[in-house]
């Protein structure tokens, strides 16, 4: 089955400051990826995601993330973070074959400081 | 902008009890999702469901655990006899079909066994 690691679990960084969020998976298959974002007491919000074509991705709130195939990575980006941005951010993979299975990776907590 | 809602946002309930929680997926969507996650944990897959029966579901998902679609507009998973592990936030999701791959998530039920 796909898996997904996230291999920060926090990031702070100032405001205005550039950020990355790093995401890679394991599959024996072709995936799907997605990037979701959690706000404090609140449920997921969809930031933007990998079907086919382009292997970058832009998404909502000024992300966008790209797709290495070769290195399994779907790492996210964001040239210059705001404080709102703060949240936990969830990179999750489906398999073409089997795309109930969502499977998310442990998130990673992006604090933006003033 | 049309959204998954979920009741109760918060139920407390005691060990060995039956608690059903609720979710009314988007209108026009066709498949549903319960996902768990565990507090400071990832988010885990539990179950979808499709055409009134379920299409796919996790190891977690045994045999204390189910999905109901009493109506046209309501999702429930009951758990019959609730353990003090299965204290976790419950979110619900739907999608609009098989294809575009896109899970609108509700804001989650907070569950709390003692």
């Known amino acids: 089955a796909q898996s997904v690691t996230q291999l920060d679990s926090q990031v702070p960084v100032f405001e205005e400051a550039p950020v990355e969020l790093r995401c890679n998976y394991s599959?024996?298959?072709?995936?799907?990826l997605f990037w979701y974002v959690q706000y404090p007491n609140q449920g997921l919000q969809l930031l933007l995601k990998?079907?086919?074509?382009?292997?970058l991705v832009k998404g909502i709130n000024g992300f966008e993330a790209e797709f290495n195939k070769s290195q399994t990575s779907f790492h996210l980006r964001k040239p210059s973070v705001h404080i709102s941005d703060t949240a936990e951010y969830f990179c999750a993979v489906t398999e073409l074959r089997n795309n109930n299975d969502m499977r998310f990776g442990a998130g990673t907590r992006l604090t933006v400081k003033p | 902008e049309p959204e998954v809602t979920q009741t109760p946002s918060h139920q407390v309930t005691q060990m060995g009890q039956e608690v059903i929680l609720r979710c009314v997926p988007i209108s026009n969507h066709l498949y549903f999702y319960w996902y768990r996650q565990i507090l400071g944990q990832k988010v885990e897959f539990l179950v979808s469901?499709?055409?009134?029966?379920?299409?796919?579901k996790s190891e977690i998902f045994d045999d204390q655990f189910s999905v109901e679609r009493p109506d046209g507009s309501n999702f429930t998973l009951k758990i019959r006899s609730t353990k003090l592990e299965d204290s976790a936030m419950y979110f619900c999701?739907?999608?609009?079909?098989?294809?575009?791959?896109?899970?609108?998530f509700g804001p989650g039920t907070r569950l709390t066994v003692t």
């Open positions: 599959s024996s298959v072709s995936v799907y």
């Open positions: 999701a739907s999608s609009e079909d098989a294809f575009t791959y896109e899970q609108y």
């Open positions: 990998y079907l086919s074509g382009s292997t």
């Open positions: 469901f499709y055409n009134n029966e379920i299409s796919e």
